[in-house]
């Protein structure tokens, strides 16, 4: 079987289509080999405009996959779908399957950033409350980010984790298992106007009066935390998302 798969493989890596082809073998998971990792260059670099020039529009959160696969050639979108198919469970992630974003789903800007609208007006009234409890606001540093968009994050990532796909997943999730792409599980992560996020140290997050404030009273605005301490995951003290509630 496996010399039947370099006998097909071998001529079509050849001729450059290896990536294309139904036949090609599974993306390395743990390092990316060297053909893997020139695709990957290639296609960073073959959607830099693009991203620049929506990060400018602050559309960036809200790219399509259509619009993300636009500037691709066929090998480079082939690549994009290798990892889009990934299936966590065998790159160590432990991320549940959310549902895809409805197409018709009505986002609101909020600076530079984008919720659903039923997440952005429950952010508004938890946000009146927190005033008028500790006379102080959070930030959406991080709203929505659409699947296609989280795509081209955890390609952008990998070379920073030494293109491995186990090690990007540890920090990034894979398109389809981020709640910051789903609106019926929309995710925010908070920043203070001052800007502590907790990303570098979390307890710098979690010893805010704010925090405190959120684990009391979150609640009742339909957001609760994702990823408490001693969790399976790491903990992420400014990680919220909203549960609709009907
Ligand atoms: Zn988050």
């Given amino acids: ?28 998971v743990d390092r990316l080999n060297d053909q893997e990792i020139a695709l990957l260059t290639s296609t960073v670099k073959a959607l830099d405009p693009l991203v620049a020039q929506r990060k400018k529009a602050g559309t960036a959160p809200l790219l399509t996959f259509e619009e993300l696969y636009a500037p691709l050639t066929e090998g480079q979108r082939a690549f994009l779908g290798q990892i889009r198919g990934l299936d966590p469970s065998s790159t160590g992630g ?6 895809a974003p409805d197409p018709k789903t009505e986002f609101i ?6 919720l659903p609208r039923q997440a952005a ?6 946000m009146t409350a927190l005033e008028t409890d500790l006379g102080k606001r959070l930030l959406v540093e991080s709203g929505y980010r659409s699947p296609a968009y989280q795509l081209y994050l955890f390609i952008f990532y ?19 298992f981020s709640e910051h792409g789903s609106p019926q599980r929309q995710a925010i992560d908070f920043i203070t106007p001052q800007g502590i996020s907790g990303e570098d140290r979390p307890e710098e997050f979690e010893e805010l009066q704010e925090y405190g404030w959120l ?6 605005f339909g957001f609760y935390l994702s990823y408490p301490r001693g969790g399976p995951s790491a903990f992420e003290p400014w990680h919220w998302h909203y549960e609709a509630v009907e």
Avoid: W
């Fill in 109 to 114: 800007r909020l600076d530079t950033q984008y």
């Fill in 121 to 126: 007006e429950a952010y508004q009234r938890m």
């Fill in 215 to 220: 684990l009391a009273r979150a609640h009742e």
């Fill in 94 to 99: 432990s991320n549940r399957k959310l549902p």
């Fill in 1 to 28: 079987m496996k010399s039947g798969l370099a006998f097909l493989v071998a001529p079509l890596a050849f001729l450059g289509v290896v990536a294309a082809c139904p036949f090609a073998l599974a993306i390395s």
């Fill in 158 to 176: 990998m070379p920073k984790h030494d293109y491995s796909i186990r090690e990007t997943n540890r920090f990034v999730a894979l398109p389809g």
